[in-house]
């Protein structure tokens, strides 16, 4: 049966990542995210798996490439500085249509910022922060037990459709500890994979490459992961919504801003107050689909984020128009608590008419409310 | 006559300038500073301090100046 | 019930061990809890602080707005934390590092607890915070003091664990501490 | 046809014709490195790793699997293979653009950590592929499109000696330096990249077999000319020999 | 007075640095833009300036941060790959307020992808391909002539906003050859600047950083770019309309694919469709505002990019629904020809109702069309 | 107070405590850093590079201008300024995460083109600021939080000598290994740095000072035991000297 | 006049040159032009071509979708371009290395030029593809022939201006051979 | 009697071979492969072809084969 226990979030990312099946780890050191090599050093041997602590994660992210090549489930872990200097070698990933697991646990950017909690990376992530049309499925956990689960999951993601899977976690969630159920063991999926550049031992030779010289077989390629990530956004569209049939004001928020938006709604519908809360899971493929069907039941939009307004975009371009869409952010490591939000909730609900005031519906840059 | 001056407040407490006193006039006061951190005393009944400045050089808080 | 707590302190005074005793505790005794911490870079130096939430319920937020506690081991904490207590709520100082802070709030109750100076007397220092976090349980009763000392192995690191029975101690006497406060 | 055949086409060459320019030495490495997996019966249990050069289409002329790298990753790549497939035969094959120079972080470091693989370095003093420019190993007073007037130590510093730097290291098993410009230097680089690749077998780690070799197209020189300029000017300022073996 | 004669593009950005002041080139060799450190190899000594072929792109951009510190002109370039590898370094360079120009001549991707022309790079510079709440000035040339005018106008607003400006060009931009009258001089703007690290003579220290421990420091930092952004938008804002007053269709488009589309739309002309062209200029500011304006006079937008829609989604933004928006894109080096744009403008103009088949415009994934 | 001030605060230090652990030689390395520029009187005349670990607010602890790097590449923002400001003096300072690890590449070429900079480079055998992970330059069989039974050369490999792996290369003009462990070895230390800073003034090009640390904290000892520590075994591995000097 | 032009080659065989000359040939004549180029990653063997487009107009796009000619220097070049050129466009081909293509475009006006023999009659291989130019320019008049020469000084590198008469001779014999033909 | 074969469309005409056969029995032929490349031929009229395989061995286009 099933233990209960305490766990940090970076734990049980490591532990989720075991049950998945990960057997090599290539990492570097970065706080908020420094439990994670060190019990990969201490697990992965124990379990027969690889384990290196690379000189960089330029190097980390090219060791997965060819630890990916080979079929086997890998993995790298990081923090934004860290993850920006993986953007080339992730574009090279998934042009290679390489299998593998990558953890952003973000902290206070940019530059090098701070070690508090951050999801300033969200465009990064979802954009594409390296070269070229690609994307990454992008999975943000708001529990421990969501650490666990989704990283054990996004092994199987990853070989589904042979691409780099993002956990985009923040320092809250990685250095959070809570309950969490360890599951007996987690049902995965292998499968095969006879593009594995392993020994071309009766078959003809594999060959792993993002290079497409002839711009008509590039753009085939990319036609190929168009197609991919179109199937994506058919099958992998993950969210959870609360108390939003009712709600005149949906709150969408992902990752630790949506426990903090929760809990701030929990206090509002004590006053009354009709608000609910749409919670992406699934950053890449995004939930429009859901979003755009409550945008033409009338209700009104918050987004709360650790930024200036990132996935903000993907809210508004998804209601297209159709809804208020109104933002609340903090940044740099400041952390909204759940009185801000209500503050803000209270500010948007029974106002009937368009301008939130919080100037980030005017098309041009946005700008952002700080609780003072 | 030399003596030295131990500035309470940069003291952290490591005790290297205990170990590297040739005169052994460095020993660890009792209570703490302001920021919770033990810190030594210069003690040098006879003023025997030489002011070789040793225990200022290996001091990393440069907590300790010199006379001489 | 439902307590949240502000744990402050400077990097190497031991917060954050308190702060996951008090969890651990806690979780022994079946309630929820999160613990979060949140730091400077310098491994010692730097601030080191961590909210814990303990109560009966589903907890949402990790972050508190307004917490009902803070445990404050030196000076600097009391400044930073004691404007965010709420009203009636509790902050507990080390008074061996920390001069009577009651004039920064006049809506809340000061207990001061000699932790450096009961920890030297026990022979180690570095315990002050077991000291501090004895003395919370006593006056808050979030969690049995039984439970936090049987936390004490889930905690401490393997090289530390020959220090269960000082951890103990200072723990207890903390509490002895706060109980002849009342 | 009378008599035996003694020389002809390695299987471990596939049939495509590769594309570098008239004589250049790519050529004659990419048939050296067939050979050996060849005399070695490597063919199907061997992982290549090709880099981001002339040579980055190494995965089109070879018949064994291959792995085209980022440019200058190929040894955290052929790291990231060998750690899953430790039975498997690994080797990176590198330019010194590529090895030299945005590489050196991840040359240095698989040799430091002694990964059990073997790595052939094509050092020809220039950037082939991207037309010429200055290299980590270009020769004081050598012109490159970066350097028209001839390499400057006061600007762009002294090129930098491979085997010698990585010599300092407790990773490597095995390092050496070759010039396949004359019938010996041919046979000792079939013979240096043959022990590179045993040592791997044997479990001894990291080898590295660097090459002396050449570009007649932005060296500006007929192909014969620059096997006399490696075996006269090269090799004074990137002497041949043994570095490490143990 | 000026002089007319033939120039390639990257020639042209070599000149325009030098005109706009730049003494310091720090860059790695890649092709499409190899002409450009060639030419600075030859030019920077020849001006007392200083040329550093560096190890990597990841040296070049710290080169970069560290001789921009010293208040002096300098920048770096690259395409594609090489771009991805500066993303830390450019979240860097914005966050301590680094006045820098940075070319990237965009290549067909994702990963080693080929040296042909593409667009595929739009969300990494506009969105932020580092980590953090960042923006890059972007200007987008598409001619040798704008080439030589932008660059060097990018050293004056690189140091009117303390800020990194990208100059965004491909492979058709950087290596084509045609006509450009070169001005005798041109006007630059030099600034004092008192927070230029070069020595403490006669002053307070100074300090180049982007490390804010405290997260009340760090959101306050990213307030005051926040703030920079928003004048960046008032100000900023580059943009040319053609024929677009009496158009039914206009076609938005930046760079080679604005020049493709010019074409096409003479053409369609010809046919007697109502065409206009919209070209932003500044990808970032974006001229939001303009395409809303023409949204609300009924006009329907064709967003035609080299890539699977990445700006379109930034005229989704600016229309918000108050316009049809199709989208029609080449990728991986495939460049869109104008009878291509044509029979795309003849499917849609004349066209009454809302779906342009296109695909783009169902909120889920792109899809594209491509002409065979 | 008697007598004359034979030691105090150098002016090149503010007067901002630094937050380093009890006994940690980052202190006494600032303050020689500090003491040296006071008596070369270049304060007014310094740009210094600081890196990213414990040493990451150097530019909250010395008086002069100040730029803080990303990881590893304090050489390669040290290259740009000195590259601008030749007739500056400029420093960078890093550690050995930073320096020998993520930065590799950056150091090597740096020394490789004889930047005219000098670098102090704090080897303390971990990665003290993200809490004691193994370094390159981690001796065989110490534990730390990512070998936590100690590094095994068969999975991680080896330690870098920096100092002999640079003293391959033809750019440096001065590269020593030191110990400010003890009264001489703080004095040959001082000294080191005056020659490395003279060596820029002179315009010798790339200086380099490898300074055996400590880290008390992650070491988990007493400072004077990482001292003993450091007498006894580090130099063992890490022999004291002058690699390079002309 | 409005003449966009396809030159095609392997890298080596000097076809970006020669769209070069084109172009300095016809700014000299203060036509408009815009030249650019496509080719593989190989400094050698792999695909070179360049668009060069020539007008009195003001020249929008640089991509050309229907060329009025083609100049191919080797066999594969008319496989991969000669489908694209115009109805009764002109597509000049190296016959010394290209069998005759005219089955590929019935509507088209094929003009082959044997310039790599000719160049070889004049001593140098590499002179074929001038022997090309002064053949698509003789008939189609793109450009004056001794515009192109004069630019000949623009566009060699330093290191080849010595074979400044040698390349104007295979221009010139380019020319001559191409007016036998009509 | 050993004698060489040289696959002419392999050929690029770097001349290496030439250089590298002992007896000279290698020369450029006159005209072109259909790549347009020059290219060597074997010229031993005499049979004094040793098979030592140096011209093989030089080729970096693997054109030639030897038997003996
Ligand atoms: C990240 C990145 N930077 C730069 C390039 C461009 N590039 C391709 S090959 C090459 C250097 C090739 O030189 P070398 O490694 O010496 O190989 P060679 O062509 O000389 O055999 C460069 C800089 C790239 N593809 N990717
Ligand atoms: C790109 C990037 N990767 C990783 C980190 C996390 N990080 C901060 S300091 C450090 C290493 C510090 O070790 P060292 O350089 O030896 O300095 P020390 O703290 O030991 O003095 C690391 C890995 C970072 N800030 N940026
Ligand atoms: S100056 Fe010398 S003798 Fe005096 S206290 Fe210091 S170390 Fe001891
Ligand atoms: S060396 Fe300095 S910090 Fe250490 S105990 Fe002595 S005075 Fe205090
Ligand atoms: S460019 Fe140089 S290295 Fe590249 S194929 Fe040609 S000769 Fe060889
Ligand atoms: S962690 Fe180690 S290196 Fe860092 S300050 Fe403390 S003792 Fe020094
Ligand atoms: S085998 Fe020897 S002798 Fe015969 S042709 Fe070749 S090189 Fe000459
Ligand atoms: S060596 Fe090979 S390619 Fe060169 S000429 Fe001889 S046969 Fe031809
Ligand atoms: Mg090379
Ligand atoms: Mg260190």
Redesign the pocket.
């Known amino acids: 049966m099933a233990t209960k226990t305490l766990m940090k979030g970076n734990e049980a990312i490591v532990r989720g990542a075991i049950a998945g099946g990960c057997r090599g780890f290539f990492g570097y050191p970065i706080t908020p995210q420094n439990e994670i090599p060190e019990y990969m050093s201490a697990l992965m041997p124990k379990i027969g798996g690889a384990f290196v602590q690379a000189e960089s994660e330029v190097a980390s992210i090219n060791m997965v490439y060819g630890a990916a090549s080979t079929g086997a489930r890998v993995m790298t872990t990081s923090s934004s500085p860290g993850i920006s200097l993986m953007q080339e070698g992730i574009s090279y990933i998934a042009t290679a249509e390489l299998p593998a697991v990558i953890v952003n646990v973000q902290r206070g950017g940019p530059g090098l910022g701070n070690i508090a909690a951050s999801q300033a990376d969200y465009f990064q992530t979802v954009k594409g922060g390296g070269h070229g049309d690609y994307k990454l499925l992008t999975l943000a956990p708001w529990s421990i037990t969501e650490c666990y689960n989704f990283t054990a999951m996004a092994f199987d993601l990853a070989d589904k459709y042979r691409a780099p899977v993002m956990i985009l976690a923040d320092a809250i969630i990685g250095q959070m500890i809570e309950q969490i159920e360890v599951p007996e063991k987690v049902e995965t999926h292998l499968v095969e994979k006879p593009w594995a550049t392993n020994g071309c031992k009766g078959r003809k030779k594999n060959v792993i490459n993002s290079l497409y010289i002839v711009p008509k077989d590039l753009e085939e390629m990319n036609l190929k992961l168009q197609a991919k990530y179109a199937l994506m956004s058919e099958n992998e569209v993950r969210f959870e919504k609360t108390q939003t049939d009712d709600a005149d004001l949906v709150i969408v928020a992902y990752g630790a801003t949506a426990r903090i938006s929760k809990t701030a709604i929990d206090l509002a519908r004590k006053e009354g107050l009709k608000v609910g809360l749409f919670r992406p899971i699934s950053l890449f493929p995004y939930p429009s689909a859901e979003l755009l069907e409550m945008a033409e039941q009338g209700k009104k939009f918050l987004t709360v984020e650790m930024s200036h307004g990132q996935m903000l975009e993907d809210v508004k371009l998804a209601v297209n128009g159709k809804a208020e869409v109104s933002f609340y952010g903090r940044s740099g490591g400041m952390v909204p608590n759940p009185l801000e939000v209500l503050d803000k909730i209270r500010e948007l609900v029974g106002k009937s008419n368009g301008s939130c005031g919080c100037g980030c519906c005017c098309g041009k840059g946005k700008k952002m409310e700080v609780s003072k | 006559m030399a003596l030295i001056e ?1 500035n309470k407040e ?9 170990h590297f006193c040739p005169k052994k006039l ?1 020993e660890m006061a009792d209570g703490f500073n302001s920021k919770g951190n033990r ?2 005393q210069f003690k040098d009944s006879d003023g025997s301090c030489i002011g070789c400045a040793l ?1 200022a050089k ?4 440069v ?2 100046e010199v006379w001489r | 019930m439902h307590q949240e707590v502000i744990m402050a302190g400077t990097g190497g005074q031991g917060i954050m061990v308190i702060g996951q005793l008090l969890a651990y505790g806690a979780v022994g005794e079946d309630k929820n809890v999160v613990w979060f911490p949140s730091y400077g870079p310098e491994t010692r130096g730097g601030t080191a602080d961590c909210t814990v939430i303990v109560s009966d319920d589903q907890i949402g937020s990790p972050v508190t707005a307004v917490p009902d506690t803070l445990l404050a081991m030196s000076q600097i904490q009391i400044g930073r934390h004691a404007s965010k207590i709420k009203k009636d709520g509790v902050i507990f100082f080390n008074s061996t590092l920390v001069d009577d802070p009651s004039k920064e709030r006049q809506d809340c109750k000061f207990v001061g607890v000699p932790a450096s100076a009961i920890a030297d007397e026990l022979g180690n220092m570095r315990v002050a915070n077991m000291v501090m976090l004895g003395a919370f349980i006593e006056i808050t009763k979030s969690v049995n003091l039984d439970s936090v000392c049987q936390a004490l192995t889930k905690v401490l690191p393997s090289h530390r664990q020959d220090l269960i029975p000082l951890n103990e101690a200072a723990l207890r006497k903390g509490a002895e501490f706060a109980a002849k406060l009342k | 046809m009378t008599g035996t055949k003694v020389f002809e086409r390695p299987k471990a060459l596939s049939d495509i014709q590769h594309s570098y320019c008239a004589g250049c030495l790519h050529g004659v490495m990419h048939r050296i490195v067939a050979e050996v997996i060849d005399e070695m019966g490597l063919l199907e249990n061997t992982v290549g790793v090709c880099p981001v050069g002339c040579s980055v289409f190494m995965y089109d002329y070879m018949s064994c699997d291959m792995i085209e790298a980022s440019h200058g990753r190929a040894p955290a790549v052929a790291t990231g293979v060998k750690r899953m497939l430790p039975d498997k035969f690994v080797f990176a094959y590198q330019g010194d653009g590529d090895l030299a120079a945005i590489g050196t972080a991840e040359t240095v470091h698989a040799a430091a950590r002694g990964e059990n693989i073997s790595v052939i370095f094509i050092n020809n003093g220039t950037y082939g592929m991207t037309g010429g420019q200055m290299a980590p190993t270009t020769i004081v007073g050598e012109k490159r499109t970066t350097c028209p007037n001839g390499r400057d130590p006061k600007t762009a510093g002294y090129p930098i000696k491979v085997c010698e730097l990585l010599a300092t290291l407790d990773g490597p098993s095995y390092i050496t330096r070759v010039a396949p410009v004359s019938a010996a230097g041919i046979n000792q680089t079939k013979m240096a990249v043959k022990k590179a690749f045993q040592n791997q077998l044997d479990g001894k780690g990291f080898s590295f077999v660097e090459v002396l070799s050449n570009c007649p197209t932005h060296w500006k020189m007929k192909p014969i000319e620059t096997f006399k300029w490696i075996e006269e000017t090269a090799t004074v300022h990137f002497p041949l020999g043994v570095f490490v073996d143990r």
């Open positions: 131990i940069l003291c952290k407490g490591c005790e290297l300038c205990i460095i810190f030594s225990c290996v001091c990393p808080d907590a300790i």
